[in-house]
């Protein structure tokens, strides 16, 4: 099984500030790697596939990089909606998800 | 509008069986290999069992293998997912999500989600 690790679990970021949120993987995913937000209640949402392809309607300050075990999604300007827990999964070899990382407004 | 929506959760007794479904609508169901992923009551997502386009082809996570079992009725657009032998630890909200293939990675990935349907296992 492939373990994907976030980092970090709670993520503080003031309105207007950029947020980064890192995955790792326990082994290449190559570039089979996707973020999922998720609101309270709610189902989770899908922002970006392939590493760093940004799914219809997803917001342009939404945008994920890396490659093989190590990947990161920035929101570029914290908006107060985008406060979520944010799971990176790969789907490599079957479909793991990351522990999340929840992000609050500081 | 793309849409999936779970049911037939409830309280189940340990042992108790339960019988999920996933009507899908706004898309053409039988172009899609389709999943269920569930969440335990505040933990993380955890992929459970996926099913092909026309329901040759069954994967499950070992956990629930030999209890578990996911069908489809193409004519029905629908997704079911048939839980035996319940254990405490199978409690959590069951999503069904559509998966996405992509070409260039011959890979699949989860695009579209349910509102999922909550599952308690509990005497």
């Known amino acids: 099984e492939i373990v994907m690790t976030q980092s970090p679990a709670t993520l503080s970021v003031f309105p207007g500030e950029r947020a980064t949120l890192s995955c790792r993987g326990s082994?290449?995913?190559?570039?089979?790697l996707a973020w999922y937000q998720q609101k309270p209640g709610q189902s989770p949402r899908l922002l970006i596939y392939g590493v760093s392809m940004r799914a219809a309607g997803i917001p342009a300050r939404f945008s994920g990089s890396g490659s093989g075990t190590e990947f990161t999604l920035t929101i570029s300007s914290l908006q107060s909606e985008d406060c979520a827990v944010y799971y990176c999964?790969?789907?490599?070899?079957?479909?793991?998800f990351g522990q999340g990382t929840k992000v609050e407004i500081k | 509008e793309v849409q999936l929506v779970e049911s037939g959760g409830g309280l189940v007794q340990p042992g108790g069986s339960l019988r999920l479904s996933c009507a899908a609508s706004?898309?053409?169901?039988?172009?899609?290999?389709m999943i269920w992923v569930r969440q335990a009551p505040g933990k993380g997502l955890e992929w459970v069992a996926n099913?092909?386009?026309?329901?040759?082809?069954?994967h499950f996570v070992d956990s629930v293998e030999g209890r578990f079992s996911i069908s489809r009725d193409n004519a029905k657009n629908s997704l079911y997912l048939q839980m035996n032998t319940l254990r405490a630890e199978d409690t959590a909200v069951y999503y069904c999500a559509r998966l996405q293939f992509l070409e260039w990675l011959l890979s699949y990935y989860m695009d579209v989600w349910g509102k999922g349907t909550t599952v308690t296992v509990s005497s």
């Open positions: 706004g898309f053409t169901f039988n172009n899609y290999w």
């Open positions: 999964q790969q789907y490599h070899n079957w479909w793991t």
């Open positions: 099913i092909n386009r026309d329901g040759t082809e069954k």
């Open positions: 082994q290449s995913v190559s570039s089979n």
